[in-house]
């Protein structure tokens, strides 16, 4: 699993994935299955508890 760590302004809620996604393209503009074969990444929240999610990418 590769893993990546984000730092955002806002809180962010379980519905927040489109704002998770658009970060990562940001951050990682050729992200392919090639760098996760699990499709998975963990996204870290230094301010929550547990403070990270593991989210699957398309």
Same mark, same amino acid.
């Given at each position: 699993?590769?893993? =990546? $760590?984000? &730092?955002?302004?806002?809180?962010?809620? #379980?519905?927040?994935?489109?704002?998770? /996604? @658009?970060?990562? @393209?940001?951050?990682?503009? /050729?992200?392919? #299955?090639?760098? =996760?074969? @699990?499709?998975?990444? $963990? *996204? &870290?929240?230094?301010?929550?508890?547990?403070? /990270? /999610? !593991? *989210?699957? !990418?398309?």
């Amino acid at each position: 699993m590769t893993k =990546a $760590e984000f &730092t955002f302004e806002n809180r962010l809620k #379980h519905d927040d994935l489109e704002e998770i /996604y @658009s970060e990562l @393209s940001d951050k990682f503009p /050729y992200w392919d #299955h090639t760098l =996760a074969p @699990s499709k998975t990444i $963990e *996204v &870290t929240f230094p301010d929550r508890d547990p403070g /990270y /999610y !593991v *989210v699957e !990418v398309d």
